[in-house]
């Protein structure tokens, strides 16, 4: 079953702006990651965020974390129309005594950003 | 540095046919993965190695089978292809535990008639 579940599910922006794409998820974690996947190819990892952490920068990515809401929202700054690209979340669960190996992905938001 | 190669990147198969798709990674990594990615489902966890020598089920194992060849290499097998494994098979690799990042290889597309 899906851990992490992303919205919106598609998002249409122009060059320039800033796209937002939020994750939810229902248990509690270690951590939260971000992956971006071009068409026909693997995901990339973009950041992790640890649930100590409330918010953590990378170039023009910013994410945040809320575990009181067990949600979490990824920041694009001054889109380009490279961006464009499937983004997921993933998410481990907490409590697995440092054995835990396995992550959780959502189901994705398609970022479209036009020229 | 390649990363993570899948091969055969295109297949396609008729139901009950067999075949073994292969991965290998050159980052030394402990943990190797097998997903599936189907349309609206997202990554889909089907078998894991946390290290040489070990393999875990993940969320859908039924119908394949893995193997831990050595650190470099986990193949996904399936034994008698059906239909609804028509999918587009990742391979990834990370460093060991669930705080650490995947890395992905560009997936094998498989097709069963």
């Known amino acids: 079953s899906q851990q992490g579940e992303e919205d919106p599910q598609a998002l249409s922006i122009q060059e320039g702006e800033n796209a937002t794409m939020n994750c939810s998820y229902k248990?509690?974690?270690?951590?939260l990651q971000w992956y971006r996947q071009n068409s026909g190819r693997g995901l990339v990892h973009l950041i992790l965020i640890r649930s100590n952490e409330r918010e953590k920068h990378s170039g023009r990515l910013r994410v945040t974390l809320d575990t009181s809401k067990k949600s979490s929202s990824l920041l694009i700054t001054a889109s380009r129309a490279a961006d464009t690209a499937s983004y997921f979340c993933?998410?481990?669960?907490w409590g697995s005594g440092g054995s835990n190996y396995k992550l959780t992905f959502g189901k994705g938001t398609l970022l479209t950003v036009n020229p | 540095n390649a990363g993570v190669t899948q091969t055969p990147k295109f297949q396609v198969l008729k139901t009950g046919q067999s075949m073994t798709l292969q991965c290998a990674q050159d980052m030394n990594h402990n943990s190797m993965y097998w997903y599936r990615q189907d349309p609206g489902m997202g990554l889909r966890l089907i078998y894991y190695s946390a290290s040489e020598g070990t393999t875990d089920k993940g969320e859908v194992p039924n119908g394949y089978n893995v193997s831990r060849l050595n650190k470099r290499e986990f193949s996904l097998r399936l034994e008698s292809a059906a239909p609804s494994q028509t999918s587009v098979y990742f391979c990834?690799?990370?460093?060991?535990?669930?705080?650490?990042?995947?890395?992905f290889g560009d997936g094998t597309r498989l097709s069963i008639l």
């Open positions: 248990t509690s974690i270690n951590n």
């Open positions: 993933a998410t481990d669960m």
């Open positions: 990834a690799s990370s460093e060991g535990t669930a705080d650490q990042p995947q890395h």
